[in-house]
């Protein structure tokens, strides 16, 4: 897998968790909290510059706390 190093995550801006980059379908990417599953927006992506640019975008909302609490929670 590969690793975007020009990107740093912050701490989870809800619980202060771990921060974790996804992507899902080969076409879409990201952040989601990995203890309280609060996540940004999706950025989808057609191609490999694309995808380098949907990650620092999502690892941006991220760290400025842009995220949607999981409405899941106990
Ligand atoms: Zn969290």
Same mark, same amino acid.
């Given at each position: 897998?590969?690793? $975007?190093? $020009?990107?740093?995550?912050? +701490?989870?801006?809800?619980?202060?968790? !771990?921060?974790?980059?996804?992507?899902?379908?080969?076409w879409?990417?990201?952040?989601?909290?990995? +203890?309280c !599953?609060?996540?940004?927006?999706?950025?989808e992506?057609?191609? $490999? +510059?694309?995808?380098?640019?949907?990650?620092?975008?999502?690892?941006?909302?991220w $760290?400025?706390?842009?995220?949607?609490? !999981?409405?899941?929670?106990?």
């Amino acid at each position: 897998m590969e690793i $975007n190093p $020009n990107y740093i995550l912050e +701490d989870c801006p809800i619980c202060r968790g !771990s921060g974790m980059v996804v992507h899902e379908g080969g076409w879409n990417v990201q952040v989601e909290c990995t +203890d309280c !599953s609060a996540h940004t927006v999706y950025v989808e992506y057609a191609n $490999n +510059d694309e995808k380098m640019k949907a990650e620092e975008q999502v690892v941006t909302l991220w $760290n400025l706390g842009k995220v949607i609490k !999981s409405e899941a929670g106990e």
